[in-house]
């Protein structure tokens, strides 16, 4: 009996290593576990110009609110999707960083626009999901390097810090603005760029 889990647990180990080694997925040595999640990248929230696009963002998380009634077509088997774990926000969050327009920080503003829709926790925005975010190359220079104050890495680690806290994530990088977390047997890192 013994001898058997040995060898299933050779055998497992010796399956994942070769997978590595064909650079193809490791088949799971542990139970299978579903985890629905959602992914969105580049809102490109905007504010003084362009504002139809806030709208739209708006429309896609109306729509992924909906999505936990909605079934999966018939040949993924016809059940309920069910309720996301979070939706992870791939970078572009805001589209002018660190910009004046109007005499106004236009990245201060669109990045509000951006905290209203998508909140933090699922309960402090239109999203009722946590949301997951990183920055992209129209999120802003790196912090200490902005013109006119506006900081969305800044933003960025406090919220890292507010997502520890409330334990929905599990590290944060030494400079705050990396992090991950688990789910299930699943491991999320957030590597921004």
């Not at 490791?26 to 110009?49: G, Q």
């Not at 016809?78 to 920080?105: C, H, S």
Request: proline content about 4%; glycine content about 10%.
């Amino acid at each position: 009996m013994a001898a058997r889990r040995l060898h299933a647990a050779i055998s497992c180990y010796a399956r994942a290593l070769a997978s590595l080694l064909l650079f193809l997925p490791a088949p799971s040595c542990a139970a299978a576990a579903d985890v629905t999640f959602l992914v969105t990248s580049d809102s490109h929230y905007d504010a003084l110009e362009n504002e139809d696009r806030n709208e739209r963002n708006r429309a896609t998380i109306d729509e992924m609110n909906r999505i936990a009634a909605v079934r999966w077509p018939k040949p993924l088997g016809g059940d309920v999707i069910g309720r996301p774990r979070g939706v992870a926000v791939l970078g572009d969050v805001i589209d002018d960083g660190d910009r004046m327009r109007e005499g106004k920080n236009q990245g201060e503003l669109q990045f509000r626009h951006f905290l209203a829709d998508f909140g933090l926790d699922g309960t402090d925005g239109r999203l009722k999901y946590p949301v997951f975010e990183g920055w992209g190359n129209h999120d802003g220079p790196p912090i200490g390097r902005q013109r006119f104050g506006f900081s969305f890495q800044s933003h960025l680690k406090d919220r890292n810090n507010l997502r520890m806290q409330k334990r929905l994530i599990d590290h944060i990088s030494a400079n705050g603005l990396h992090y991950s977390w688990t789910w299930g047997n699943v491991y999320f890192i957030q590597l921004n760029l």
